[in-house]
């Protein structure tokens, strides 16, 4: 089985409130690697910039 398949089934082995929880995480953990990338980036900006561009990346990310 590959690593895709895997992760379906136990994905569906959990119950709503688990998976929403799980995407809770998910997203948090993407804002910080964002935030992260843009402190690398961006060493002169302070906190307050960094949250606010990291707000603006996932409100007008696109796919």
Known sequence: ??????????????????????????????????AAALRSFHPEWNEATVREEVRKAFLYAHT
């Open 1 to 34: 089985m590959d690593a895709t398949k895997k992760q379906i089934a136990i994905y569906r082995r959990m119950t709503p409130d688990r998976r929403w929880q799980e995407a809770r995480r998910l997203y948090a953990f993407a804002r910080e690697l964002k």
